[in-house]
Nanobody
Framework: QVQLVESGGGLVQAGGSLRLSCAAS????????MGWFRQAPGKEREFVAG????????FYSDSVKGRFSIARDNAKNTVYLQMNSLNAEDTAVYYC???????????????WGQGTQVTVSS
């Protein structure tokens, strides 16, 4: 089992950047594929970015490709989401999640953080 805690959210102007962090507890962090999801008010939770256990393979939703970057540091039990060129449509609660397999669907992820709010002002 793994517990996840996100940080780094906040208010940023359009065009700006933020880096989210997700700290994991437990000694088995490197066993999990990791993902970032987001959920805006009134919308379903959507996949943003994911990586395999090593971080060597990464994948993104079309809406963030080229702007966001996922990375992990297994020595620090942490996964990051670097977000650049933010726009108002990126406003949402961002969640990190851990899965036993590389996936884009929320149902494939067994463990979730509590989320961190990202608000982009236009």
């Amino acid at each position: 089992q793994v517990q996840l805690v996100e940080s780094g959210g906040g208010l940023v102007q359009a065009g700006g950047s933020l880096r989210l962090s997700c700290a994991a507890s437990g000694r088995t962090f490197s066993m999990y594929a990791m993902g970032w999801f987001r959920q805006a008010p009134g919308k379903e939770r959507e996949f943003v970015a994911g990586c395999d256990w090593s971080g060597g393979n990464t994948f993104y939703s079309d809406s963030v490709k080229g702007r966001f970057s996922i990375a992990r540091d297994n020595a620090k039990n942490t996964v990051y989401l670097q977000m650049n060129s933010l726009n108002a449509e990126d406003t949402a609660v961002y969640y990190c999640a851990a899965s036993y397999q590389v996936a884009r669907t929320p149902s494939a992820y067994a463990y979730w953080g509590q989320g961190t709010q990202v608000t982009v002002s236009s």
